[in-house]
């Protein structure tokens, strides 16, 4: 199966992708991550992507647009499936994804739009941690680490995100609303868009998910 989440930061698609992940055997693919990464190892693409990603910009498409078809058309762990986090995020994006699926004929099967409203979308990201070893995420309240700023996972330390702060998380959802939107009207237009109730935890949004998929499989949608 071949999914992209969509929904505001902060909507929960890193931790939704993570219980995926497990249920469905799928391969998370996050841009967002990528590009982290990218400027952890101090790569061309890494330092041309940080000035954005510091002030909560998009970078540009043609850049992530790069990562992503190598990912799709190189990696061999992506052919039984993923899920695409973060990517796409404009049109041109969306556009750009659907014509290199298109040349390997893999189309995507859904897109996930994780609807969260401002409230919730600011508790979360306010007190996300993310450890700096293996990426995984917690928040100080709705998901505490066992021991403090330890992650359970590999003991790595736990960091606040340099964009999780007030300010840049109000251009992110600025630039959300102004560039993202619309792709959400792309897939609609599809006839791929399955919306989702995120401001409830991702547990309940997974139920409500694999029950929407075993109807779907019934009917032989997919
Ligand atoms: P969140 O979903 O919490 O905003 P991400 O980790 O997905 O965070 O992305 C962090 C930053 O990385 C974004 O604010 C943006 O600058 C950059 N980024 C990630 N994915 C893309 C993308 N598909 N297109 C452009 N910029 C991206
Ligand atoms: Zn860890």
Known sequence: MRLVLLGPPGAGKGTLAALLKESLNLVHISTGDMLREEMKNGTDIGR????FIDKGELVPDDLVIRLIEQKLIGDKQVRHGYMLDGFPRTRKQAEDLDR????????????????ATLPVI???LGGRRVCRG???????????SRKKNMCDVCGGELYQRADDNEATIRTRMDVYLKN???????????????????????EEVQGVLMQTFNEDRKLNKH
């Not at 041309?48 to 000035?51: D, I, W």
């Not at 893999?106 to 994780?114: F, V």
């Not at 006839?191 to 989702?196: D, S």
């Open 48 to 51: 041309q992507a940080k000035g």
């Open 100 to 115: 290199i699926l298109g040349q390997i004929h893999q189309p995507l099967d859904y897109a996930l739009y994780m609807e």
């Open 122 to 124: 600011i508790q979360r």
């Open 134 to 144: 293996c990426g995984a995420v917690f928040h100080v309240h709705n998901k505490p």
């Open 180 to 202: 993202t939107r619309p792709v959400i009207e792309y897939y609609k237009a599809q006839g791929k868009l399955e919306k989702l109730d995120a401001d409830k935890d991702s």
